[in-house]
């Protein structure tokens, strides 16, 4: 994978070329986020902390041997640290 497409980057696009968007003819790489930070399936969550909050990171790709196995996303992430913290 050479990139990804968060909400994020489809709100950044849309308002920077709302006016002229419906004639545009955007292509997926011109809005893509990348390059993307990969993670093995074993990674542990609260080590991810870190880099999803050190830049403007909103998902990380989860490889194994080579291929994509998953997408994490930021808010899911940092949900599931905070069940493991407890009420």
Do not use: F
Request: aromatic share 2%.
């Amino acid at each position: 994978p050479v990139g990804v497409v968060t909400l994020r980057d489809l709100g950044v696009a849309c308002a920077v070329h709302w006016p002229d968007l419906s004639r545009m003819q955007l292509r997926v790489e011109q809005i893509m986020s990348s390059p993307l930070i990969e993670v093995s399936p074993d990674a542990k969550l609260t080590d991810l902390i870190p880099v999803l909050s050190s830049a403007e990171i909103e998902c990380l790709t989860v490889m194994s041997h080579g291929k994509l196995v998953g997408v994490l996303e930021r808010g899911k992430v940092l949900r599931a640290c905070l069940r493991m913290l407890g009420p």
